[in-house]
């Protein structure tokens, strides 16, 4: 080819075979120079065939924001579990809103731009007294920032959602007969009759070294497996393109210098980059270093002695992992716990002498004897005895005795008879609301699971990681 074109570049078919060849190399560089990040992918959430971008994660974060107080906007910001439960609202949200849209595209739902029109005439934002005024429209975009197609395009997915998803939100009539059963179970009382055994009150001796290792052979204390590693990291502020590629290429560097025989610290010193070895690394538990986070310790704990990581990318710069060391998990020396073992030893002989106490007055209360500090109560499903006592009340039935344990206790339960509450209008009215709520709640998650299972959704981990991941 080369050689017809060099032997032929006078020719008029040549000139135009080799401009295309031109155009082509020079047209596919200067792209990727042109766009640069912005061709690059910015799908958060895969459902079905349609995506949703980061951008719309923003725009709903920011608007969730919004509606919190100002306590709660801070406690997003420095609590982490608050962070977190913001960030699975919003993706929440975002995936429910995109399953509801694909399926009005499914059914072929359509809404005319006429509706869209007359949804912002009647929207009381844009009005004064009732009548649509334009001078409002517009003085809400300028403040928003966004273009009378934005708000087209919010109010048609608000209509489509609400035309797939519109039937799952009315409430289901409850019969009667199933108000009166949920009253009659949350309000009955049960007559019932209960003796405590605590474990405190029965004394026991310091333990002898063969009853320690005897109980060590049962109870061993593990040492659960560790990792020394180390890791060389480029910063770089991924988020802008020109650092990203600048902090790649520097990461690529020390990536073939690690590769061609170098040591990591080698490789980290003639680059500038940060060179660090952390002792111990437990399964499972966070580490104090602060580019360890939790999915690269997960990474690390898959890989096996003496070998590194490929290049990874974080949200603040690149770095490549290695395991020096493994330490399996094992069972620890007993000279070296045999201190801790004491009062787990004493406890388990307290609850022995306790078990047997218990078992001598369920005994006795089965024969109809007397047991001492036996407890009459008439109790609720939420009040009367501890808890553990009003589980044993109401899942047993008139005439049942039992022995359940609580911690440091147990108890000898006996249960008696049954008496149904007298019957209140507004509480059963307030029942029937909840009842009808949660038929809409089981009806909206069936939904939402066929929906899922009509339009798989898929997190886009490596932009989850790198834009919202803490």
């Known amino acids: 080819m080369l050689e017809y074109l060099r032997n032929a570049a006078d020719k008029p078919l040549a000139k135009v075979l080799m401009f295309i060849l031109i155009f082509s190399f020079v047209g596919w560089g200067a792209a990727e120079w042109i766009f640069g990040g912005a061709a690059r992918d910015t799908t958060l ?3 079905g065939d349609a995506d949703v971008s980061l951008q719309q994660f923003n725009n709903e974060r920011s608007q969730q924001l919004a509606s919190m107080s100002k306590e709660e906007q801070r406690a997003s910001y420095t609590d982490p579990a608050k962070a977190d439960a913001l960030t699975k609202s919003v993706i929440s949200k975002l995936t429910t809103n995109q399953l509801a849209l694909n399926r009005a595209k499914d059914l072929g739902f359509v809404v005319s731009d006429k509706r869209i029109a007359e949804e912002i005439k009647t929207h009381p934002q844009f009005q004064v007294n009732g009548q649509f005024q334009p001078w409002l429209f517009d003085m809400v975009l300028q403040n928003s920032g966004l273009t009378e197609q934005d708000i087209a395009n919010s109010l ?15 409430a289901m009539s409850v019969p009667q007969f199933a108000v009166d059963a949920a009253y009659n179970a949350r309000y009955a009382k049960r007559a019932i009759k209960y003796s405590t055994v605590k474990f405190a009150d029965y004394k026991v001796k310091d333990p002898t070294d063969e009853q320690l290792k005897t109980y060590y052979a049962t109870h061993p204390v593990v040492v659960p497996e560790t990792r020394s590693v180390s890791y060389v990291f480029v910063a770089s502020d991924n988020s802008k393109p020109d650092a990203y590629d600048a902090g790649y290429k520097k990461m690529q560097e020390i990536e073939d210098m690690i590769i061609s025989g170098d040591s990591m610290k080698t490789a980290a010193d003639k680059h500038k980059a940060k060179y660090v070895k952390v002792a111990k690394v437990v399964r499972g538990e966070k580490s104090s270093d602060k580019v360890l986070n939790a999915d690269l310790i997960a990474k690390l704990f898959a890989m096996e002695s003496g070998t590194e990581s490929e290049l990874i990318e974080l949200k603040d710069g690149f770095v490549i992992v290695r395991v020096d060391e493994v330490i399996a998990e094992h069972n620890a020396e007993f000279k070296d716990v045999k201190k801790t073992l004491v009062a787990g030893w004493k406890k388990g002989e307290q609850r022995k002498q306790a078990y047997e106490k218990a078992n001598e007055k369920l005994i006795a209360l089965k024969k109809g004897d007397t047991v001492r500090n036996l407890k009459d109560a008439n109790v609720s499903r939420t009040e009367g005895a501890p808890l553990v006592v009003l589980n044993a009340a109401f899942a047993g039935k008139q005439g ?6 609580d911690g440091d206790a147990f108890y000898v339960v006996s249960v008696g008879k049954n008496t149904l509450p007298a019957s209140d209008k507004a509480k059963k009215d307030s029942l029937r609301k909840e009842l009808e709520k949660m038929s809409t709640h089981f009806i909206q998650e069936d939904y939402t699971r066929f929906l899922k299972q009509e339009y798989p959704v898929k997190i886009n981990e490596r932009n989850y990681d790198k834009f919202i991941a803490k």
């Not at 048609?156 to 609400?162: A, E, P, V």
């Not at 049942?400 to 344990?405: A, K, M």
């Open 400 to 405: 049942d005795n039992s022995i359940v344990e």
């Open 45 to 47: 959430i895969h459902v």
């Open 156 to 170: 048609r997915g608000d209509i489509l959602r609400n035309m797939a998803l519109g039937a799952t939100n009315v």
